[in-house]
Structure formats: structure tokens, C-alpha cells
């Protein structure tokens, strides 16, 4: 006798939680996210369907494969998840669970996903995030972005959170947790411009120290000539 998997009907999509790191395609065009473990070469969009990791033709999530997009139920433990060292640079990302899913003790394996919010942590030195920054590596095509506050951006590739939002589209809402342990969430209060031109006074002070250095470097030159 071949046991079936009782079927779920709901009104609204399931709610789920997740960790991802957020990407940006080489041209600055796209933004996107990809998983921390199994997916994790396949960036995918803020509205997206599932594909078969292993390239099997069977949509996903199939039974008898791992594939699919996945989220657990609480958000506590997706958060437990950033506490690792190989996920400190990782978002939390609330999700619509969308299409066929599987539903397990602890999350859901899915079709298709909505990304609604993405959490962005704070900075490595402390401070509250205001933009994703090159995190020194990626994906073919594609730049892996790491929380970063506007003194630590400095010449490396970035974008706001306000600009990302933009760049991923489907009304992605992404907003800067607190500094320090805990990541809930604080939307940001001050404008997207304000935001942009935190960081481009960021990315000016950062190469006027630089223009200085050279113009110091060049006099001494000078001099001993």
C-alpha cells in the first residue's frame, strides 16, 4: 500500500525563515540572493522558482530528491544559524512559501518562493550596516555583498540597502539590524538619498586620504632630488 502525504490547502502563502547571502550581478544591474548549503552556487531572484541541484527534469520539490527551496517555521532558528562563522555575513530573509511544498517538523521544502524582507546584520566593526559591500568573493557573474557601515565601505564595490531594495524589485523590503549580538530588526528612519550620500561622502573622504598620501609621497620625491 503507497502511503500519500496529506494535502494542504491554505488561504495564504505559508510564512518561513531563512539565511542567504545577498549578491549583485557583475554589471550592477540585478540583485539577488544565494543559499549558505545546498543550492548555494545557483543565485536566485526575490520572486523565483526551485531547480533540481542535481539537474534531474523533475520539478522540485520531488519526494525522492533534496531539491527545492528551503525555510524553517521560527525565525528564532533561523537566527541561531548567523551566529557561526561561516554565516556572520549572511541576511535573514522572510519568505512566501509558494506552489507544491513538503512540510517537515521544522520548515518547509518548496516550488516557489517570495522573499518579502531581508534583515541585513551589522558591520564587522560593530556598527549598524548602511550598505552590502564586495565580501571578497562570488559567484561566476556575480559579487557576494556583506553588511558594511559607510566609514568601511571605502573603494570597494557596494550598493544601500535602499539601492539593493531597488535593484532586486517585487517590493523587497530590506532593512539594517542593530549592531552588536542581536540582529532584530530597525527599519531605517532616514531617506534613501541621505542613505546615498552617506556613502558617497564615505567613498570622497576615502580617496581624498588617498590623493593625499600621493601628493605626500610626490613632494618627498621632490625634495630629495
Known amino acids: 500500500m503507497r502511503l500519500r502525504l496529506p494535502e494542504e490547502r491554505p488561504t495564504e502563502p505559508p510564512t518561513g525563515y531563512k539565511i542567504a547571502h545577498p549578491m549583485l550581478s557583475q554589471d550592477g544591474t540585478r540583485a539577488g540572493f544565494t543559499g549558505v548549503s545546498l543550492g ?8 523565483d522558482e526551485a531547480r533540481c541541484v542535481y539537474g534531474l527534469r523533475h520539478r522540485a520539490p520531488h519526494r525522492r530528491c533534496d531539491c527545492g527551496f528551503h525555510c524553517v517555521h521560527d525565525r528564532t532558528a533561523a537566527e541561531a544559524l548567523l551566529t557561526t562563522a561561516e554565516h556572520r555575513a549572511a541576511v535573514l530573509l522572510e519568505v512566501s512559501v509558494l506552489g507544491a511544498y513538503i512540510r517537515f517538523e521544522r520548515g518547509f521544502r518548496y516550488a516557489r518562493q517570495r522573499v518579502r524582507t531581508a534583515t541585513v546584520g551589522p558591520c564587522a566593526c560593530g556598527a549598524v550596516a548602511a550598505a552590502l559591500a564586495d565580501a571578497g568573493w ?88
Not at 548555494?40 to 520572486?47: E, K, Q, R, S, T
Not at 524589485?169 to 552617506?198: F, H, N, Q
Open 40 to 47: 548555494g552556487a545557483l543565485p536566485y531572484g526575490v520572486l
Open 138 to 225: 562570488g559567484r561566476p557573474g556575480w559579487y557576494a555583498l556583506a553588511p558594511s557601515c559607510a566609514g568601511c565601505v571605502r573603494g570597494r564595490t557596494s550598493v544601500s540597502l535602499a539601492g539593493f531594495a531597488r535593484l532586486a524589485g517585487e517590493r523587497l523590503r530590506v532593512i539594517a539590524g542593530s549592531g552588536g549580538t542581536g540582529i532584530s530588526a530597525v527599519g531605517l528612519d532616514v531617506p534613501e538619498l541621505v542613505a546615498e550620500a552617506a556613502l558617497l561622502q564615505a567613498r570622497l573622504d576615502w580617496f581624498q586620504t588617498q590623493l593625499a598620501r600621493l601628493g605626500e609621497r610626490g613632494t618627498g620625491g621632490g625634495g630629495k632630488g
